[in-house]
Each structure stands twice: as structure tokens, then as C-alpha cells.
């Protein structure tokens, strides 16, 4: 079936003219030949027009319009449309779908033994003819007819109705969810799992069924993630008086899956690595985000299930809010500086790349040629920074009392990110007028800043100016409404002072008086707003914010700042001498005294939050430095990065061992102790690495009784190019690597080594028994981690990284579309590089543009990035 190349667009969306009340759906389940029968009870709401169906990859048995057979429609690849239909009527649709064959895992596929379905955002077209849109709200029930041998495990959405076994040994389980919701949140599952189960006591005294349903064996491994909801339920509870509203709550973890999770009405999919842990096999950080995605999906079931999208182009309303919901309960439940970090990080490499690249859209875009493409950092994590901005501005309590308002008002409704931004103005009284443009402006502000004292008055004298640089979709860029956090710190007294400035237009200065001489301003602290900062610190000052600051997001911002100016200067060097051809020069700028001290005492005398210490003698990774340049200076960027890691690993070597053996190694716990405790010893131990010190990096690897520590130690190895990496690489893989959360660990860092080898390594994973074409979790392992985490080696200047993705692109295409337009992004952003990577990476787009049958979701990217 050849899909249509026709965008679609937020300008052209209309009010269904039908409304759906009921459907009743019955699944007969078979591998090549499940038949599903839709009955549906419609009424129509606006113009009588014609009813247009969607519907992919379908076999129409037949239509029946209040038991009559149907014969006079249109069918066509993509849509069933039946016109002459009375203002009342019952439509009942058969279809038959082949899940076996469904390698796309949308719709209901079979893989891995179970049935399983993914709807969002248009996955429920490729089960039976319908309006797969988000502003369709019905009641479903749900049918599921199966072997009752092969498939003891029989579920839907809502609560459990019926189940009876049939007469020929097959049985049928019903299911009811008497809340209405859009189709794109309904599920199925079908297997034979093992089931940890729990319960949990809403405040107004409710009991709440908890199950997750798991691959056989791993029962145990779904404990922590159980842990993780209820302590979600009760949060949702307890800051924003929310409360779960079915007789259970249900989980399925499974291995083949394109998202993270998907936050069905009471039957929620993951995505195995976010569901099951042990220290075995998974590190801290799974740990970290397997409570933040449980948590995610459940404070989905208010911010949307119970108030859904209108339409597809208000994703963020959902996704945004909800992603803010998470970041709040992570911080609550651990570190909220470096949950805070956790998230910059993310908004300054990729969503930064994706607002500078051919894909940059607001975060309520207006035009898209496949959903699929929607799912981005920009809606998600940029819209949640955006929510932030509104948290901000009505302070906590505002914030609550909007949040109040917007669901009495849309419980059970689908709206838009207008509607949201209402009830924030409505309930606090706030003007977001200007604050709008927010959801309408693609593009990363500029946010610049100057400052001077002013002695005789005593005063600090503060200019604010901001500007958007254009975007690829050419859209105007207006002043937005910028909260800016600020802080005064002296470096002789104990003289603070906070407040949040607002910059709503180009420009602005404020007037601070009575305040020491010496005090420094810091701007823009806990990152108060997704912008780059333009400011002209000396070393001192960012050493003294580094040092003073209250907030620890400002301080550790004020060393990535300082380890940003060098490599700066290392890139401008090495350019000034590449253009002279000189060799006699010095090469290397050399770290300043003062920062090699301050990093010093921090390893001699560790903060108490041990985390917070590592992040802070961590120097920022290539993607964000590489965010920073117009044109990406690749090597440059790379080698300083080495010098200044060589030079820190020789000139603090005896503090880097004593503080290394100085903290203990218990046996392995998830809590924030001992996560900051091997988090800093990791540190230590990779620039360690890089000055020898092999027997260390084996002795931490077999005395490591968990993953973190063992695969710390293998990555050290890697990046130093160390030969213990191949000892404990064969260990891990034969040890652990069966386990396919643990074969994705053992694969991706074999995919990141810096080494030319590593082309071998590739091709020799993708024979391993355990990798698959087919599953994304594998592909995702090994390619993703190549193209996404090596620049040193997808951006070789003989285009080798290139070729190798183009060519796994031109196999998965026709597999998997989704995963292949995720995988695409590093060959996007191609106009920014230099002249000989531009026209290596514009030759391998141009040949998968070319390519025939090429899927939307692909050629939508590609295609936009040669414009």
C-alpha cells in the first residue's frame, strides 16, 4: 500500500460532524487472520456530510448500517467513506488483520509470543475503519477471543466484565472502561505473562487492583517499578488532589516497542527497559528512569486521558504538561538539582539541534506530513519548559489554582494549549497574552545580558536584550515573555539576593542599589527559561557563582560555562593555526590554575551531595559544545576535549585515586547516598583511565557485585582505548548479555568506542543471536548508539558513518518507518558542518530520497532537510 504525501495542517482542522457514543468491540484472535467486528452507535452533531472512515492495511469483511448490509461505499487504501446516513444509526464493520506480519508494531502486532497494540497517534486505522482522531470520544467494550492455552492473559482498557471459556477450549474475556476516551488510547494485550500484583488505597478509601504483567522469570525485576507507581499515585494525590478512578491499574512490559510507553486508560505498555531492574542488570540511571516513566504514564490518566488533545497539533498540551508532572515527581522523590540538570542537558543537545536543523517547529506546530514525526523533543521537554515558565510566573500556588480550573472546566473533553494557558489566566489573574507566542514561535532565544557597578551610587546597573535567530520553517520571531531568575553573590560577605526578573521586550535594564562592590550577578538560574546565554564572565566570577551560588543549578551552569570559553578558545586556536599552517605555535590552551584548584578541592573535600560533586567536575559532552557553534567544528571540538580530560587526568591524578578509594563500596542499594557515592567514583575512575591504570578499571569491574560499577568501569576502558576493555567486554557478554536489557548495555558501548574498530564491532553485533531487524530496542542498541553517541566516528571525513547509516536507513524503512525517521537525525542538521562532511551527508540523503516505497515518516525528514 502506497501512503499519500498530503501534509496536514492545524489551519485546516474542522468539528467532526458525527459523534460516537458507544463502540463495541470483539477481537477473534490468529496470528495471520484476526478478525475484529466494530459496532458502533453514532449520532450526527453538524452538516450532514459524508462519513469518512480511516483505515490502513485492512481487509473489509463487511459493512452493516443498522443491520442492513452495506454495498454502496468507498474504499480506497487509506479510507472508507459512507455517505446517505440517517441522523441516528448503528454501524457494525468487520475486518481482518494479519499481526504476524506487522513488523511496524502499530496497530495490534504479534511479536515475542504475545499480542500487543500501539494506537498513538494513528495506530488504531490499521485495526478497523474509524475517525482515528482525538476529538472522537467514546465508551468502549472490548471482546478478546483467544486460546485460552497460549494466551492465559486476556486484556483491555477499563475493568473486567466477563470471562468464560467457550466450547472449543478458547476463551472470551470482556472488558468495559465507562470513560469516554479517543481511540488512539485504546489497547489489547494477549499472552502468557508472569503477574506482580499489588494493591494501593486511594485517599477517599478506594482499593485499586495493581497488576504488571511480565515476560516469565522477571517477576521480581518488576518490584521497584510497582514501588515507583504507588508512591506516583500518591503524589498525584498529594500535590495536585488528583486520584485514580478505575478498579485497577495495569502495566505490560514488552520487549518490541517503538516508544518508551503509552499511557492506555488503565492498561498502560512499556517498553521493558523502563518496567524491569535488578542490580544485575540495570544501572542507577535505569533506576532513575524507570520511576520517572511510571510515574509519567500514570499522571497521563488526568493530563491526557481524562482531558485529551482536540487534535494532534496540541500534542503538547498532553505531553509537555505531562513530562513537567514527572520532572516535579522525580525532583520530589530524589535530587531536584540534578533531576533539573538531567533535564537541561536534554533541552541543550537535542532540542537545541532540533530547533536549529530543517525539523525546527514550535511546540504547537502547524503543519506536518506523518503524526508519527510529532514526537519530539520540542513538544515534550521544550513544552514542558514552557509550563515551567508558567509555573514560574503564577508561583506555585497560581499554579495550582489554574490547574484546578482547567480540569473542572475539561474533564472529558478534548481541548487545545489555548485552553490550558485560559485557565492559568482566569484562575490567577495573570495577563499570558504575550506568553502565547510561546506555543506559536519556533527557535532558540538568544538571551543577552551586560552589567556594571556603579561605585559612588553603590549600585549594580543590569541589561537584559533578547532576539530569536531565524528558523528553517521561516516563521517571524516576536519578543516572548522570559522569566529570569536572578541572584547577587559577593565574593567578601554573605550578601544574596534573589528575585525573578521578566523580560517581555527586546530590551530592558533594572537598577540594583545598596549592594557590595564585589558582587557578581547570576543570570538565569535553574535555567528559568529555554534560551542561550550571552554573558561576559571572567574566570573568577563563574569560579565564585560555582562556589556561592544558592542555587546548584547556577552553580554547576557556571562551570559548564567555563569549560564552554575554553574549548571556545582551544577551537579558535586551532582554526587560526590550521589557517597560518603553523606547527611551532602552542597548541594546546592550557586549563587556568584556578579552575585545576577549585576542581581540586572538590575531590579532596567532596560536597555531601556526591552526585552534585561529579556533575560538577564534569566537563559538558560534545552535543552540547556542538550546540554552540553555527558551523560544528567537529574535530576541534573533539580534540580539545581530549587535551583538557589528559590534562585534568595528569595534573590531579593523586587527588583522583585518594578520593576514588576514599568512598566505600557497599552492597548495591538504589537510594541517593550510594547513587552519588558510585557516580563520583566513576568519575574518577575515567580519568584515571586515561593515564593507564589498567589493573584499577579490572579491579572495580570484578569486585562490582552490580551494573553501574561494571559497566563504569568498561566505559572508562573504552574511552581511554584501554586493552582490559576486551576482558571485561567478553565477561559482560558472557555472563549477562542473555538478558536483553543487559545485551543493549554490552552493545551500545561497544557501538560508542572511539576506536576505527569499531565498523568490525557493528557488523559482528548485528550477527549476534540476540540482536533483531525487527526489534527496536536492538537496532536502537547498536546503530542509534553509533550514529547518536561517536562523532568521532560517524563523522569521519571519509563519509564511512554516513554510509553505514544510510545503508541500515534503506533496510528498516520498509520494516519499521518510525524507527527509521528517528534514526535519520544526525544526517539532518548536514548544512551545518564543514564543506566535505556537507556534501558526504547531503549524498546519502539524496540517495534515500530516491529510494522507492520510501515512507512518510522518512521522506517527510529527509525531504525538508535538502529544501
Known amino acids: 500500500m502506497s501512503q499519500t504525501r498530503q501534509a496536514k495542517r492545524l489551519a485546516d482542522y474542522q468539528a467532526p460532524s458525527y459523534a460516537i457514543d458507544t463502540i463495541e468491540l470483539e477481537f477473534d484472535l490468529a496470528p495471520e487472520q484476526t478478525r475484529v467486528t466494530a459496532i458502533s452507535q453514532w449520532r450526527r452533531t453538524g452538516e450532514v456530510t459524508p462519513l469518512v472512515l480511516d483505515g490502513q492495511y485492512l481487509q473489509l469483511e463487511g459493512v452493516w448500517l443498522n443491520g442492513t448490509l452495506v454495498t454502496n461505499y468507498q474504499l480506497d487504501d487509506e479510507q472508507l467513506i459512507l455517505e446517505d446516513l440517517p441522523d441516528v444509526f448503528e454501524l457494525k464493520i468487520v475486518t481482518l488483520l494479519n499481526p504476524a506480519a506487522n513488523t511496524a508494531l502499530e496497530g495490534l502486532y504479534l511479536s515475542n509470543g504475545a499480542y500487543c497494540t500501539q494506537c498513538e497517534a494513528e495506530g488504531f486505522r490499521r485495526i478497523t475503519y474509524y475517525p482515528d482522531r482525538p476529538d472522537m470520544l467514546a465508551v468502549f467494550t472490548t471482546h478478546i477471543i483467544a486460546d485460552s492455552t497460549k494466551y492465559p492473559h486476556l486484556l483491555s482498557n477499563g475493568n473486567q466484565t466477563a470471562s468464560a471459556l467457550l466450547a472449543d477450549g478458547r476463551r472470551r474475556v470482556s472488558w468495559f472502561d465507562p470513560f469516554p476516551k479517543p481511540c488512539y488510547l485504546f489497547a489489547l494485550v494477549a499472552g502468557d505473562f508472569d503477574v506482580l500484583e499489588d494493591s494501593y488505597q486511594t485517599r477517599s478509601g478506594r482499593e485499586v487492583k495493581l ?8 517477576k521480581s525485576r518488576a518490584e521497584f517499578a510497582m514501588e515507583s507507581l504507588k508512591k506516583a499515585m500518591r503524589w498525584d494525590e498529594t500535590t495536585y488532589g488528583l486520584e485514580y478512578d478505575l478498579e485497577v491499574y495495569m502495566v505490560v512490559a514488552v520487549d518490541f516497542f517503538n516508544m518508551g510507553a503509552m499511557e492506555n486508560k488503565g492498561l498502560n505498555i512499556f517498553n521493558s527497559k523502563y518496567v524491569l531492574a535488578d542490580a544485575e542488570s540495570a544501572t542507577d540511571t535505569d533506576y532513575f528512569h524507570i520511576e520517572s516513566i511510571i510515574g509519567h504514564e500514570y499522571f497521563h490518566n488526568w493530563t491526557g486521558n481524562r482531558v485529551t488533545c482536540r487534535d494532534w497539533f496540541q500534542l503538547s498540551l498532553k505531553e509537555g504538561l505531562t513530562v513537567f508532572r514527572d520532572q516535579q515527581f522525580s525532583a520530589d522523590m530524589g535530587s531536584p538539582t540534578l533531576c533539573r540538570i538531567d533535564a537541561i542537558k536534554t533541552i541543550r543537545t537535542a532540542q537545541f539541534a532540533e530547533d536549529a536543523g530543517p525539523m525546527a517547529h514550535p511546540i504547537r506546530p502547524e503543519q506536518v506530513l506523518e503524526m508519527n514525526n510529532f514526537y519530539t523533543v520540542t513538544v515534550y521537554d521544550k513544552g514542558a519548559e514552557v509550563i515551567r515558565m508558567q509555573h514560574s510566573l503564577l508561583g506555585a500556588e497560581g499554579f495550582r489554582k489554574g ?16 485552553d ?53 520553517d521561516g516563521s517571524a520571531k516576536l519578543p516572548l515573555v522570559l522569566p529570569v531568575r536572578f541572584e547577587l553573590v559577593s565574593a567578601g560577605t554573605d550578601y544574596h539576593q534573589q528575585q525573578l526578573l521578566v523580560l517581555n521586550d527586546e530590551r530592558a535594564e533594572w537598577r540594583f542599589s545598596n549592594v557590595p562592590d564585589d558582587v557578581v550577578p547570576v543570570l538565569l538560574a535553574d535555567f528559568s527559561a529555554p534560551v542561550k546565554l550571552q554573558v561576559q564572565y571572567q574566570t573568577q566570577e563563574l569560579l565564585l557563582i560555582a562556589a556561592k551560588a544558592q542555587d546548584g543549578v547556577a552553580r554547576w551552569d ?14 579558535e586556536q586551532a582554526a587560526r593555526l590550521q589557517q597560518e ?9 592550557m586549563i587556568p590554575q584556578a579552575l585545576i584548584a577549585s576542581m581540586q578541592q572538590l575531590l579532596q573535600q567532596p560536597l555531601a551531595d556526591l552526585a552534585f560533586t561529579a556533575e560538577l567536575l564534569t566537563l559538558p559532552g560534545y552535543d552540547t559544545l556542538a550546540e554552540q557553534y553555527d558551523e560544528i567544528p567537529v574535530d576541534a571540538i573533539l580534540q580539545s576535549l581530549q587535551d583538557f580530560r589528559q590534562q585534568i587526568a595528569l595534573a590531579l591524578q593523586p587527588d583522583l585515586l585518594a578520593c576514588y578509594h576514599k568512598l566505600p563500596r557497599a552492597p548495591y542499594q538504589y537510594s541517593q547516598t550510594q547513587t552519588g557515592c558510585r557516580q563520583l567514583q566513576a568519575l574518577c575512575l575515567s580519568y584515571l583511565a586515561l593515564s593507564g591504570h589498567d589493573e584499577l578499571l579490572l579491579s572495580h569491574y570484578q569486585q562490582s557485585d552490580n551494573m553501574t560499577d561494571r559497566l563504569a568501569a568498561i566505559k572508562a576502558a573504552v574511552f581511554a582505548e584501554s586493552h582490559t576493555a576486551a576482558t571485561m567486554l567478553a565477561d559482560l557478554g558472557q555472563r549477562f548479555a542473555q538478558n536483553p536489557q543487559v545485551f543493549d548495555k554490552w552493545a551500545s558501548v561497544q557501538a560508542i568506542s572511539p576506536s576505527p574498530a569499531v565498523f568490525d564491532s557493528l557488523a559482528a553485533l548485528s550477527e549476534c543471536p540476540q540482536f533483531s531487524w525487527t526489534n527496536p530496542n536492538r537496532v536502537r542498541a547498536v546503530y542509534g548508539a553509533f550514529a547518536m553517541q561517536n562523532p568521532l566516528q560517524f563523522h569521519r571525513t571519509d563519509g564511512r558513518g554516513y554510509l553505514l547509516l544510510t545503508q541500515i536507513l534503506q533496510k528498516l524503512d520498509a520494516v519499521n518507518p518510525q524507527l527509521t525517521a528517528r534514526l535519520v537525525t544526525p544526517l539532518l542538521s548536514w548544512k551545518r558542518f564543514d564543506q566535505n562532511r ?27 532537510s535538502l529544501q
Open 558 to 571: 557556571a562551570m559548564q560555562q567555563l569549560w564552554s570559553a575554553l574549548v571556545h578558545q582551544s577551537v
Open 420 to 472: 490550558f494557558v485560559q485557565a492559568m489566566q482566569d484562575a490567577s489573574g495573570v495577563d499570558l497574552q504575550q506568553f502565547r507566542r510561546w506555543y506559536q514561535q519556533a527557535g532558540t532565544p538568544v538571551l543577552s545580558a551586560t552589567y556594571s557597578y556603579n561605585s559612588t551610587e553603590k549600585c549594580l546597573h543590569l541589561s537584559l536584550s533578547q532576539h530569536t535567530p531565524a528558523t528553517a
Open 211 to 218: 497488576a504488571f504483567y511480565v515476560d516469565k522469570g522477571n
Open 403 to 418: 490547574m484546578d480550573l482547567y480540569f473542572a472546566r475539561h474533564d472529558g473533553q478534548a481541548v487545545t494549549c489555548d
Open 838 to 864: 556537507q556534501q558526504l551527508m547531503q549524498k546519502q540523503l539524496q540517495q534515500l530520497l530516491a529510494l522507492p516505497g520510501l515512507s512518510n515518516d522518512l521522506y517527510e525528514k529527509v525531504s525538508r
Open 581 to 589: 599552517k603553523s606547527a611551532s605555535a602552542q597548541s594546546t590552551v
